[in-house]
Each structure stands twice: as structure tokens, then as C-alpha cells.
């Protein structure tokens, strides 16, 4: 059985004192109410990681980064690389998120990189691919979701995807209160699963974990998750209440 996911991508949200406190009542939630059938990952932005890798000790609550350099080491001013992440006692990374692909213009060969580097660096990737409204008009969605994986992942070997964590997030739902319903999401995920059987074959696929984000909330999370190839989410902004956060967890 695969395991089920729910992470939270908090983006460009609440100062140091604010995430510390924020990220200790989620641990305490979890700890007074363990979620043994899912793996709850929060995602905080970098100047976090080292002080949540301490509060998140225990294990109820894993943790991971929203992105990372392309590069290893050296003259990048500004970036943060896998290998730093790993260090704070992270274990995921987020990439190819669409607001990185959109406003920082990260393309498939760059997040392919980026994904080697932090697999060979120890992280678990969370993957995002998706298509944007003009893309799902046109048809031409699974089109673009197969290009964004064979250019971005399919380089990498059956045992480097034992690292892996898709999201599918179409752009059109993220953030904007429209979420794709649970028959799309399920559509897109046996898709994507499909892709990966004819490339890595049945085992790696079957044990692929799919996640789903795009405005997801409480009130819509049980019915996308009660899809068979849908086995999570990437939450975005439920992922910064703590009532919506748990809600949504339980909802699986
Ligand atoms: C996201 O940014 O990954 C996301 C899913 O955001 P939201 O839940 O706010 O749509």
C-alpha cells in the first residue's frame, strides 16, 4: 500500500518567531494525535529549516525545502543548495513548483538538474507538474504534464525514483479557489502513473506516490483523496491555518 501525504508549502509566509511557533503547534497536534496512515511534510522557507528540523524532532512531522540551487557549491550568490538543505536536518525539497517555473523561469532541463542534485545530495523531491488554463482549454493538458516528466524526471534511474513524490497541481487551481474536481485529478494521476509503468515498469509505478494540490481545503480534500491514484496533497494556503492544515490531514 502506498503510503499517503499531505505537505504543506507555506511559500513566502510568516517571519522566524511566527513559523517556530506555528511549526511547534503542528508537532504538538500530531503528537497528542498521531496520523499513523499519513506522512505530514511542512515545507517553510530556508531561514526556518534549521530551527523547525530541532522542534520537528520527534518524527511526527517531516520537513522540506520549497526549492534549491542548480548548482553544488560555490560563487551563487543568493542560493541555497541541496546539500545545505540536507544538512539542516531536512529530507524533501519542493521543485518545479509553477510560481518557480512562471516567475523565476525555471525549465525542464533546469529542474532535471536541480532534481539530481538533490536526489544525489540525500532529499526526497516532491516533483510539480501541471498545466496552465490556456493548456487545459486547448487539450492539450496531458501533453504538457508528459513533457514536464520525461524532460524533467525520466532521466533518472528506477531506484533514483524510489526518491520521488509527484504533485500534479494544475496552475489554474493554485491559489485561485477553483480545484480541479476529484474525476480530473483522477484522470491526470492515472495518467501520470501510466507514464511512469511504461518507463520504470508496474512495481515503481505502483509505489509512486501521486499528490494532488490546487486549492485544496477542507471541505473538497476527502473527495479528491478517495480517488484510488490520488494519495495526498501539496497545500498551499490551508497549509497556514492550523485547523485547515489538520482538517485536511484527517480527511484522508
Ligand atoms: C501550492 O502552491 O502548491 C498550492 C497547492 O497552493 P493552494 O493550495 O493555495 O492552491
Known sequence: MRKKIVAGNWK?????AEGLKFAGSIEKY??????????VILCPPFIH?????????????????Q?????ASGAYTGEVSAWMIKST???????????????????????NKKTLLAINSGLKVIFCCGEVLKEREAAQHFL?????LEEGLFSL???QMDMIVIAYEPVWAIGTGLTASPDQAQEMHKYIREL????????????????YGGSCKPSNAAEIFSKPDVDGGLIGGAALKKEDFTAIVEAI
Open 89 to 111: 536536518g531536512a529530507q524533501y525539497v519542493i521543485i518545479g513548483h509553477s510560481e518557480r517555473r512562471s516567475y523565476y523561469h525555471e525549465d525542464d532541463k533546469l529542474l
Open 196 to 211: 511512469v509503468k511504461e518507463k520504470y515498469g508496474n512495481d515503481c509505478a505502483k509505489k509512486l506516490p501521486i499528490l
Open 144 to 148: 504538457i504534464v508528459r513533457r514536464q
Open 49 to 65: 529549516l534549521a530551527g523547525m528540523a530541532d522542534i520537528l524532532k520527534h518524527g511526527k512531522v517531516a520537513l522540506g525545502a
Open 30 to 39: 500530531f503528537k497528542e494525535s498521531p496520523s499513523e496512515k499519513v506522512l
Open 67 to 71: 526549492n534549491c540551487a542548480a548548482e
Open 157 to 159: 534511474t528506477a531506484e
Open 12 to 16: 513566502m509566509n510568516m517571519d522566524l
